[in-house]
């Protein structure tokens, strides 16, 4: 069964500093992919980043990227010079992609609240 | 694109009455996802549709629950008889297409509480 662990209930980070929230996950699957999502107060939750177990190179997109260290089973997002609008909810989720498998096992969040 | 809409965003209700919940996933998306989050915990799965075949549901899905999607495009959730472990935020997904990397946009939920 699919299981993903987020250790750090809060974070308090002071603005432009970088962050790291962790991640670890267990699957039994070869082929599997990690998504981070932002959920603001609003409660939309919004994707930010994504990597597929066969990505050799970790994923990026802007400020986010995905510290993927596949032998120790962690997925760790870094989030480069904070921002204000950062304080959110974060969620790592996984899909273990097999066919007829469409949902996202999503961890227990950490909270972050950037310090201006 | 107006993003995935869902309506109402807060519901109260008593103990044993039925409620419906309105999703509309951005158009021409054809997968749309229902999941449940309760305080202090991440999204949990409850149904998916491809068009208007629902083809996945969560253990989580008792039978006062039942969700239908009967055009393909907006999706209704129903909860009969609701308990007031019902209590949760319901969120709505969409996405385009199915693979790798699969993308989903998550709505800004419906908030159930039941008194």
């Known amino acids: 069964a699919q299981k993903i662990t987020q250790t750090q209930p809060g974070m308090f980070v002071q603005e432009k500093e970088a962050v790291t929230l962790d991640c670890t996950y267990d699957?039994?699957?070869?082929?599997?992919?990690l998504f981070w999502y932002k959920q603001p107060s609003s409660g939309e939750m919004i994707f930010l980043i994504y990597q597929g177990s066969y990505d050799e190179q970790n994923a990026t997109e802007g400020r986010y990227s995905l510290n993927f260290q596949k032998a120790r089973k962690s997925a760790n997002l870094v989030i480069s010079a904070s921002q204000l609008g950062d304080s959110a909810m974060y969620f790592c989720?996984?899909?273990?992609?097999?066919?007829?498998?469409?949902?996202?096992?999503f961890g227990t969040g950490t909270r972050l609240t950037i310090i201006p | 694109d107006t993003g995935v809409s869902q309506d109402p965003r807060h519901k109260i209700t008593k103990r044993g009455q039925n409620v419906t919940f309105r999703c509309d996933p951005i158009s021409e998306h054809n997968r749309l996802y229902w999941y449940r989050q309760t305080l202090g915990q991440g999204p949990e799965f409850l149904t998916y549709f491809q068009n208007e075949a629902q083809l996945e549901k969560s253990r989580l899905l008792s039978d006062r629950f039942s969700a239908e999607r009967p055009k393909g495009s907006f999706s209704t959730l129903e909860i009969q008889r609701t308990e007031q472990g019902d209590s949760a935020m319901y969120l709505c997904?969409?996405?385009?297409?199915?693979?790798?990397?699969?993308?989903?946009?998550f709505g800004s939920g419906t908030q159930l509480s039941v008194l």
């Open positions: 997904a969409s996405s385009p297409w199915a693979g790798e990397g699969e993308k989903l946009f």
């Open positions: 989720a996984m899909r273990e992609e097999d066919f007829g498998n469409e949902k996202l096992t």
């Open positions: 699957t039994s699957d070869q082929s599997y992919g």
